[in-house]
């Protein structure tokens, strides 16, 4: 099992930035890959950034792609989405996942944070 604990989340005006963070315990060895997903009031969840287990190859929907990082800190067990230039679009329920399987398949992500909200006001 693995537990993941998301933290970072608030209230931002739009244009700034808020950097989220995911915490894992557990059985780490069993996660081949992070990744950030989204959802907002009424629309579907969206696979926002993922990185590899030693965070040599990354993954950005083509709607966050130069205004949001991911990167990990292998040490701390931790990965962070640092999000810049943020926009009222960007308002939704945040989740942290881990994979076990490759990254390429949303159904490789089989343990969740509980959610951080971010809302961005115009």
Known sequence: QVQLVESGGGLVQAGGSLRLSCAASGSISSIN???????????????????????????????????????????????????NSLKSDDTAVYYCAAATGPVRFESSYAYWGQGTQVTVSS
Request: hydrophobic share 35%; glycine share 10%.
């Open 33 to 83: 890959a992070m990744g950030w997903f989204r959802q907002a009031p009424g629309k579907e969840r969206e696979y926002i950034a993922a990185i590899t287990g030693i965070g040599t190859s990354t993954y950005y929907l083509d709607s966050v792609k130069g205004r949001f990082y991911i990167y990990r800190d292998n040490d701390k067990n931790t990965v962070y989405l640092q999000m």
